[in-house]
């Protein structure tokens, strides 16, 4: 072995906290991710046009080849292309200075595969699931990726097909009999993905999860080999096939809401951190029909949690439709008001239900308790990432829209949009821009808080931005909402994603650590850009040898953890 190998070898165990491993040795799947790790040697993977055919050995890192969502060769923004193997690990190249304190894993969850054989993919979130993760460690940095292994993958790789019930594709039938059979799997929840593509998290016991909006595409995966280690399996009565992607987790519990589809509502339900037991706190029952509004988030307060009612609503109907609809599993009901409603955490009992102006939003912020001089909250201020009540955002994440930027501006308004919500029995709440949403380009989505902040009165909040003209959005964006002013990034023709905040150890101030994105590149390569929080300038950046697709969420897992 050279000596580069070898070298490269022992900063790969020493970063990723575990000894070397090699494909010789024995331990069934994690045998193949630790091979010497220079940018040339790469896991045995199959293709990640996955079809029926048999694994075929990969040497050097991931290159694509042509077709549909694949192609890209070099030079070519890869955001919006299949990951082109299942698994790579390998140390990366870092220009300027990683902070010695950075010192644990970053990981991001997303929609990384969109193609099956000959077949594409239509939008952003059918994707199936690809891990991404970079670990630092005195100033260098170790990135790997990886698909979780979920039951709507394995089962497309095994028959080149749908299987399962994505977003906006569903299985094909192949004749009545197996129509009524699909339909019977429907309402049993059977039929419906375990492809968990949306969030990443790291619970208070130390296990990480990946979650999707589906209850059984919970999936606890393993931090440094990305195995999928086990499905999260909810230990109570329950049930509920569907649920709010981004949980509310702390060290010590974790908080999720479970949309009623039947009698219009939703159930508010605590876990405690180690268990796998759901608590049933509380439950909201729907002021607007017919069916609950779409709950991607939610925000949460010290003592309240707040459950938005929106009037882009889950839809049965088109659940059970096997062509995607405009708005897909939702449809838009104006007419059925929009609400906010405020649930003691303690009691379960609903403190406000508030009328508000109509909105969109996938992602809340953060939320806090208002109070007046003698301490008493007065009102529930609410942040979310608002479309200006337009649900044509999901139409611009159509793969066909993101590959196809001609220069025109066509990325919808959004803004940053706070509700007050008042606890004195009135029955309306306000909404408005935070600040003026041309700070950020009008546009504004994917956002992370410092989490020392999460349910109180906080400043900054970190999302993507827009420079426009664009199709989507390009820039990394720090809000100061104090100010009412924002720091914004950009490198030309770039696609970063959310930009995650990591606090440095011991920080007092809000703004003390990094964001860290991973950004796909105009000409095809892709790194994790590491930007000083307090000055929104890149510190540093470690440099992936492919360009990796957009990815959604993040976590990070301190190394003594
Ligand atoms: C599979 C079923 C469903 C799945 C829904 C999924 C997978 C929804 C995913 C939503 C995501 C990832 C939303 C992210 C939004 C990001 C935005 C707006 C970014 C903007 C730009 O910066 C249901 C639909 C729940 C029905 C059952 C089956
Ligand atoms: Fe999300």
């Not at 990723?16 to 799947?29: E, L, M």
């Not at 970053?106 to 990384?112: A, D, S, T």
């Not at 594409?120 to 699931?129: I, S």
């Not at 409603?341 to 009328?355: D, L, R, T």
Request: charged share 25%; glycine share 10%.
């Amino acid at each position: 072995m050279s000596a580069t190998i070898s070298s490269s070898l022992r900063t790969v165990a020493a970063l990723s906290g575990r000894p070397g491993r090699r494909a010789s040795q024995p331990g069934g799947n994690k045998r193949a991710v630790a091979q010497p790790l220079a940018a040339s040697a790469v896991t045995e993977a199959p293709p990640a046009v996955i079809s029926p055919a048999p694994p075929r050995p990969v040497v050097g890192a991931p290159r694509r080849r042509g077709g549909r969502g694949v192609d890209g060769g070099a030079d070519e923004l890869v955001a919006w292309k299949s990951v082109r193997q299942e698994r790579w690990e390998g140390a990366l190249e870092v220009e300027g200075n990683l902070p010695t304190w950075l010192d644990g894993t970053y990981l991001r969850n997303g929609p990384g595969l969109w193609d099956l054989g000959d077949y594409g993919f239509r939008h952003l979130f059918d994707g199936y699931a690809t891990l991404v993760r970079v670990s630092f460690r005195d100033g260098q940095a170790v990135g790997a990726h990886r698909q979780i292994e979920s039951e709507a993958y394995k089962a497309a790789r095994q028959h080149g097909k749908v299987c399962y019930r994505e977003f906006s594709e569903v299985p094909k039938p192949d004749g009545f009999m197996s129509f009524v059979g699909q339909m019977a799997s429907l309402f049993s929840g059977n039929s419906l993905t375990d492809n968990s593509n949306t969030g990443v998290v790291r619970l208070g016991d130390g296990r990480v999860l990946c979650l999707t909006e589906t209850v059984k595409g919970s999936i606890v995966i393993d931090p440094d080999t990305l195995d999928t280690v086990s499905k999260f399996e909810y230990e109570d009565k329950l049930g509920g096939l569907i649920h709010s992607a981004h949980p509310i987790v702390t060290d010590t519990e974790f908080w999720t809401l479970i949309p009623d589809l039947i009698r219009p509502g939703y159930v508010v339900a605590r876990m405690e951190a180690g268990s796998n037991e759901r608590q049933f706190v509380g439950r909201v029952d729907c002021r607007g029909g017919p069916a609950p509004g779409w709950v991607h988030s939610f925000p949460v307060t010290e003592n309240y949690v707040v459950v938005p009612e929106m009037p882009l609503r889950y839809c049965a109907a088109n659940l059970l439709r096997a062509e995607p609809t405009p708005l897909y599993k939702f449809q838009w009901h104006l007419e059925s008001g929009s609400y906010m409603h405020v649930m003691c955490k303690a009691s379960g009992k609903i403190v406000a239900s508030v009328e508000v102006p109509p909105f969109v939003t996938f992602h809340f912020i953060n939320a806090y308790e208002e109070k007046d001089e003698e301490g008493r909250v007065t009102a529930i201020i609410a942040d979310c990432c608002e479309h200006n009540a337009d649900t044509s955002i999901l139409d611009n994440l159509r793969l066909h829209n993101l590959r196809a930027f001609t220069g025109e501006d066509v990325l919808t308004d959004a803004r940053v949009g706070r509700f007050r919500i008042p606890l004195d029995g009135s029955p309306f709440g306000e909404l408005e821009a935070a600040l003026d949403p041309e700070e950020h380009g009008r546009g504004m989505d994917m956002c992370s808080i410092n989490p020392a902040h999460l349910g109180k009165e906080y400043r900054y909040a970190y999302a993507c931005g827009a420079r426009r003209p664009c199709n989507f959005p390009n820039t990394l964006t720090k809000i100061d909402l104090v100010e009412k002013t924002a720091k914004n990034w950009h490198e030309e023709g770039a696609v970063p994603s959310e930009p995650f905040f990591v606090p440095r150890p011991g920080a007092v101030e809000e703004d003390d650590g990094v964001a860290i994105s991973m950004v796909s590149a105009k000409d095809g390569s892709g790194y994790a850009l590491v930007l000083d929080a307090k000055t929104f300038k890149e510190i540093a950046r470690a440099k992936f040898p492919y360009g990796l697709p957009y990815g959604l969420h993040c976590c990070w897992v301190p190394r003594d953890k």
